[in-house]
């Protein structure tokens, strides 16, 4: 009992002592959190801290106090901004989730934040909150701190919510009313912001933007005078950005108020959004000027609005387009018109602006795309329009003007048009048209079709004059005859302007067919009427020629005279032929005083070695054998290209042979052979020489000469001949297919053979007309291959034109430079000089090309379309060359001349010359040409655009060049070239725009 009472006594100590060392411990750490408390307070939060650290876990797991430490230590290191900061505190709520710190500490916390404007930090907080645990007191401290952090932050629409908590709250209801209202402002929600702004407005506590705010609800509400009103006084005492706004505001109030003349000064200054305006705005201060009728004011103003696409581009194009209509710009009118039909926002703009469209590409013309296909497409669009009927009109017109007769024909069928006139005039047109591009076939088949069911004479009788010249250059004499006596009969053909020239062109007709008696009296009768000194001057010379063929050289001569009285072309040929006139009438040396006087006159005439060679033929006939010598001397020794030198060698031989000096004659004999072989002249200097040596004796020399020709074959030359003779009658029936077949098997059997040459030729000849043009080439260039003879020129000028049609300029050109040489005859010169000119333009060698065009214009007789050719090819090169000056002059001639896409390019170096020298206007007026008369041509059409998209923006009119410019992109992707220049300078023009118009896209890349 008495060891019992001991040991109970020992566990009471025991367990005394524990708790008394416990209580002791415990004491000390509450000190400790107690100066840790002092020292947070006095916002010493490093020593805080590092207490805080040490005690948290010597308290027991539930003692509140363990939380605290944890709670403070935590805050410690945000207040310290320690990296870990977010981690501790998160700890502590993960740690102790029932603390009665949880809730304090998140509002403490977000203050935290909230009062160092960590707003975003102070948020995070802040939605930890369970709200429904705040006092009345926190709840609305809590609401006014979160609306704000969330304003700061931008989420107005939240903010919104807890502000709208506060509005009537004493301590904070001022300023949730003012934040409140100025957010609904910021959401566009006038009403709310109209509502609670209003009720702080004479607070001197808040912004002094209030009363600006105040006056844009009032304009955005449509209180258009009351905004007027608010904003007017504060004007005065703004300046900077909210000045430029409030003008804004003003200005737009008066013109909302259709008050354009107040609108105007304050639209005037406002400034834009970081200095730059937008569409909207210039089209604000536009159409105040249209409404003042200041025109060139409102297109100054419109004309900056560029990439628009709303319903206010679309008005603002549309009264663009009537402002320069106003101002007579009119091709500016169109492309406005085009973009505001081009809009769907208002239909009634749309129609309308589309009519005028049309209307206007009638009158001018369309660079985007035919006429008659805008027109075609209205009349699509809307078709029960009152105006159809005349919009038809135009259309018919439209295809007239752009020449585009076979799409009006087409349109006139497709709207059973076929008896009216209109048909019949276009059906001849477009005959016309095809008659100038050579299209004979195709023109005739129009002009009957005006014949045939024509109810207008005049053009009946215009169809028949002009289906007759088609025959004729169709080589259908009899049918053009027939044709021209039509015409003639028809009344109505008096009152036409070919009736002045049927005579000549009946006159030539007969001419081709040999008719020389009813020839000569047409080419009289036209002569005792016509006014056109060169028709007159070729029909003399023509009578002239009808006389000498009939053998009426006495009638002939004063014809010929005429034409050198003229002194323009062909004197030389006249000439010529007078000498040859008395000639013929025995006046032999009236002859050679003539050709005499001809070789001294013409010094550059082609006709020179003709004229040589008839007067060493005079000079024979008066036994004058010195004088013809030396007359046939000139043609051997000056003209050795001429096929007259073969000639004038054998005559010399004869002359030698005919006064007994038979070893001269020999000679002349010889050289023909040797350097002629196989020609005319050739095979009789054989005969003659086989004569000299059988007089003499001297047959042994004979055989060896004959025997050195290696295209005689004594034994096989009756067969040669006979073989020959066969072929050549069948080509000179015109039985081309068995010629083709009996010349080859001569060329099999005698290749070279004594007719080789003529052979050959003949050969070459009839594959050629029957269209086997490449077949012939290796036998003309047999003949090319020889020294000069009577077939050297018609083979280099064929074998010229099948390289030409295969466009193999480097074979051409080598013919054509030794044609241009060889050539006697001044056709086939030219011929040479104007295809060496192309070959040289289409192989880039533009200096060469420009001096074989000089060399084609030195001719005085050109058809009009190798003389077209000559003055491009020379403005072409000049301008490639840089020969700025000389091309400009030279595409000034061709667009005198030309005609079709030649003269559409040289009215774009019209337009491109007056552009470099600065004449923007003027070069708009070329370009504007090219529109309206030459539309078929698109691509300088589209080259057109581009200089006058550059010509409006050097005249400050940055909405037609950058619509133009787009149209050009949109309209003519099929030119490449077209486009990317467009793109480039579109965006050189855009770049600059976007310096002063926020409302321009620049394209990327």
């Not at 009216?420 to 195709?442: C, S």
């Not at 003779?725 to 010349?743: C, H, M, P, R």
Request: hydrophobic residues 35%.
């Amino acid at each position: 009992m008495k060891l019992l009472k001991v040991f109970i006594f020992f566990m009471f100590f025991t367990v005394f002592q524990a708790q008394a060392q416990k209580s002791i411990i415990y004491t000390h750490e509450l000190v400790e959190f107690n100066d840790a408390m002092r020292l947070y307070s006095g916002k010493d939060y490093v020593a805080s801290q590092l207490i805080f650290h040490r005690i948290k876990n010597s308290f027991d797991e539930a003692s509140e106090l363990k939380a605290r430490s944890y709670y403070y230590e935590a805050f410690c290191a945000i207040r310290l901004k320690q990296k870990n900061a977010d981690d501790l505190m998160n700890a502590f709520f993960e740690k102790f989730p029932t603390s009665t710190k949880r809730n304090t500490a998140f509002l403490e916390v977000g203050d935290y934040y909230f009062n160092n404007r960590s707003y975003a930090y102070a948020l995070k907080w802040f939605n930890k909150i369970n709200e429904n645990n705040l006092t009345l007191y926190n709840q609305e401290d809590f609401n006014f701190k979160k609306a704000y952090a969330l304003f700061a932050v931008g989420s107005f629409a939240k903010s919104r919510t807890y502000f709208s908590k506060l509005l009537d709250s004493d301590k904070y209801g001022a300023q949730a009313k003012y934040y409140y209202g100025y957010m609904a402002y910021q959401d566009d929600d006038y009403s709310e912001a109209d509502k609670y702004l209003n009720q702080v407005a004479d607070n001197k506590g808040f912004d002094d933007d209030i009363p600006y705010y105040m006056a844009n609800i009032k304009f955005k509400t449509g209180k258009f005078q009351e905004a007027i009103d608010a904003a007017l006084p504060l004007l005065e005492k703004s300046n900077g950005i909210q000045q430029s706004e409030l003008s804004k505001i003003i200005g737009e109030s008066y013109f909302n108020l259709n008050e354009f003349e107040n609108a105007t000064p304050y639209l005037l200054d406002y400034k834009g959004k970081k200095g730059k305006w937008n569409n909207t705005d210039y089209y604000l201060l536009g159409y105040a000027y249209y409404q003042q009728k200041d025109y060139d004011e409102a297109v100054l103003w419109f004309s900056k609005i560029i990439d628009g696409n709303n319903a206010v581009s679309q008005n603002a194009y549309y009264h663009l387009a009537e402002c320069y209509l106003k101002s007579d710009k009119k091709q500016e009118a169109l492309n406005a018109f085009r973009n505001a039909k081009q809009m769907d926002f208002n239909a009634d703009i749309k129609k309308d602006a589309w009519l005028n469209y049309a209307k206007l590409s009638y009158e001018l013309g369309n660079p985007y795309k035919s006429v008659a296909e805008v027109i075609q497409e209205y009349l699509a669009a809307y078709p029960d329009e009152i105006d159809q009927a005349e919009v038809k009109d135009y259309l018919i017109s439209a295809y007239i003007s752009a020449n585009d007769f076979e799409g009006a024909l087409t349109y006139l069928k497709n709207v059973d048009s076929e008896d009216n006139d209109a048909y019949h005039k276009v059906a001849f047109l477009y005959g016309i048209q095809l008659f100038k591009d050579q299209r004979f076939e195709r023109a005739i088949e129009n002009f009957n079709l005006s014949i045939g069911t024509s109810s207008n004479s005049i053009y009946q009788a215009r169809s028949l004059f002009w289906k007759g010249e088609s025959l004729y250059r169709l080589k259908k004499f009899e049918e053009a005859l027939t044709s021209f006596k039509a015409f003639s009969d028809m009344d109505e053909a008096k009152e036409t302007k070919e009736n002045a020239t049927v005579l000549y062109h009946m006159a030539y007709t007969y001419f081709q067919m040999k008719d020389y008696n009813q020839a000569g009296g047409h080419f009289n009768e036209f002569l005792a009427i016509s006014i056109d000194q060169n028709l007159a001057r070729d029909s003399y010379l023509r009578l002239g020629d009808c006389f000498f063929a009939l053998s009426g050289y006495f009638k002939a001569i004063p014809a010929y005279q005429k034409v050198i009285d003229a002194n323009e072309a062909d004197v030389d040929y006249a000439q010529l032929q007078i000498a040859f006139c008395h000639g013929y009438m025995g006046e032999t040396e009236k002859k050679i005083n003539s050709l005499i006087n001809f070789t001294e006159v013409n010094l550059k005439s082609t006709l020179r070695d003709d004229a040589f060679y008839e007067l060493g033929n005079s000079y024979v006939k008066l036994s004058k054998n010195n004088e013809a010598l030396a007359a046939y001397d000139e043609v051997v020794t000056n003209y050795r290209m001429s096929s007259l030198v073969s000639k004038s060698l054998l005559k010399q031989g004869l002359v030698y042979f005919n006064s007994d000096q038979n070893d001269q004659a020999l000679e002349k004999y010889k050289k023909v052979v040797s350097v002629y072989p196989g020609t005319d002249e050739a095979k009789e200097a054989i005969a003659n020489a086989k004569q000299i040596y059988v007089q003499q004796g001297r047959v042994d020399e004979y055989e060896r000469f004959i025997r050195n020709v290696d295209y005689v074959n004594v034994t096989d030359e009756e067969i040669d001949n006979t073989m020959f003779a066969s072929a050549e009658q069948f080509y000179l029936t015109n039985n081309l297919e068995k010629a083709i077949e009996s010349l080859r098997k001569y060329e099999e059997r005698f290749p070279a053979g004594a007719n080789a040459l003529t052979a050959n030729f003949f050969l070459a000849d009839a594959l050629n007309r029957t269209d086997q043009l490449e077949k012939a080439v290796p036998y003309y260039q047999f003949i090319l291959d020889k020294d000069k003879n009577q077939y050297t020129e018609r083979s280099l000028v064929n074998v010229a034109s099948y390289y030409l049609d295969n466009e193999n300029w480097e074979q051409a050109m080598v013919l054509l430079s030794r044609l241009e040489k060889e050539a006697e005859t001044e056709q086939n010169i030219l011929f040479a000089q104007s295809n060496l000119m192309k070959g040289n333009y289409a192989i880039k060698n533009f200096t060469l090309a420009e001096a074989y065009a000089d060399k084609v214009m030195e001719h005085p007789k050109l058809e009009p379309k190798i003389l077209s050719d000559a003055q491009i090819i020379i403005a072409r090169s000049a301008f490639e060359t840089g020969d700025l000056l000389k091309a400009q002059d030279a595409f000034k001639v061709v667009e005198e001349t030309a005609t079709g896409e030649l003269k559409a390019e040289a009215v774009y170096y019209d337009a491109y010359f007056l552009n470099e020298e600065g004449n923007y206007k003027l070069s708009n007026v070329s370009v504007q040409k090219l529109a309206s008369d030459y539309s078929p041509y698109r691509y300088w059409g589209g080259k057109g655009l581009i200089i006058m998209a550059n010509n409006f923006y050097e005249l400050e009119d940055a909405y037609q060049a950058t619509y133009i410019l787009e149209s050009v992109i949109q309209k003519f992707s099929e030119y490449e070239d077209l486009v990317e220049s467009a793109r480039t300078e579109l965006n050189r023009i855009k770049t600059l725009e976007s310096k002063t118009n926020s409302s321009v896209i620049i394209e990327k890349g």
